[in-house]
């Protein structure tokens, strides 16, 4: 069973760096891209952008170029996204997914930014 | 920037109905268009990738068509448990860009 488990809720400072973490199981992790996604409160959803676990190679959506850094540790299956600079525009819910298809996806983490 | 324009914004309809989404793409997207359904507090779920293949698991009243610029998500008879918001999205070129989303509801 393919499985993507998010770390937990993150409340933390403007100004400051947060890095969440995706761990997957029941499929070969590097034989598929992740991606991450961003929802914010009542909203709909962006592309942030996706690595290829593999060989680390990313790609990201044009304004997060500067906010997210994704990485992937083949050693334990696990795919993280850091996000820096943080502002209240930040405060959502991440999620991973796996795949061009978004065929599998984490049960999401909420990163809320307040001082 | 491709830009996903969802229609309508909201749906009310019966058990039973037959519904349609609409989904209408900026550009040729050459039918990489998928339909994720999210239920409230929940992940996406994908039902549909690449126009009109049904995901695994996913109930055959759900179908998916189009081409160009223009797709449809199609429910054949809606059942209580397809209330959600559903989102069609686009992998056919970077960045990969979502529709705003149907909030689907029973009347």
């Known amino acids: 069973e393919v499985l993507l488990q998010q770390s937990g809720a993150e409340l933390v400072r403007p100004g400051s760096s947060v890095k969440i973490s995706c761990k997957a199981s029941g499929y070969t992790f590097t034989d598929y891209y992740m991606h991450w996604v961003k929802q914010r409160p009542e909203q709909g959803l962006v592309w942030i952008g996706r690595?290829?676990?593999?060989?680390?190679?990313?790609v990201y959506a044009e304004k997060f170029k500067s906010k997210a850094t994704l990485t992937a540790d083949k050693s334990s299956n696990t795919a993280y996204m850091q996000l820096s600079s943080l502002t209240s525009e930040d405060t959502a819910t991440y999620f991973c997914?796996?795949?061009?298809?978004?065929?599998?996806w984490g049960p999401g983490t909420m990163v809320t930014v307040s001082s | 920037d491709i830009q996903m324009t969802q229609s309508p914004s909201v749906l009310s309809a019966s058990v039973g109905d037959r519904v349609t989404l609409n989904c209408k793409a900026s550009q040729n997207i050459n039918k990489y268009l998928n339909w994720y359904q999210q239920k409230l507090g929940e992940a996406p779920k994908l039902l549909i990738y690449n126009t009109n293949n049904l995901q695994t698991g996913i109930p055959s009243r759900f179908s998916g068509s189009g081409s160009g610029t223009d797709y449809t998500l199609t429910i054949s008879s809606l059942q209580p448990e397809d209330v959600a918001t559903y989102f069609c999205?686009?992998?056919?070129?970077?960045?990969?860009?979502f529709g705003a989303g149907t909030k689907l509801e029973l009347k």
């Open positions: 997914t796996r795949s061009r298809y978004f065929d599998f």
């Open positions: 999205f686009q992998h056919n070129s970077w960045p990969y860009t």
């Open positions: 690595i290829n676990p593999a060989n680390g190679n990313t």
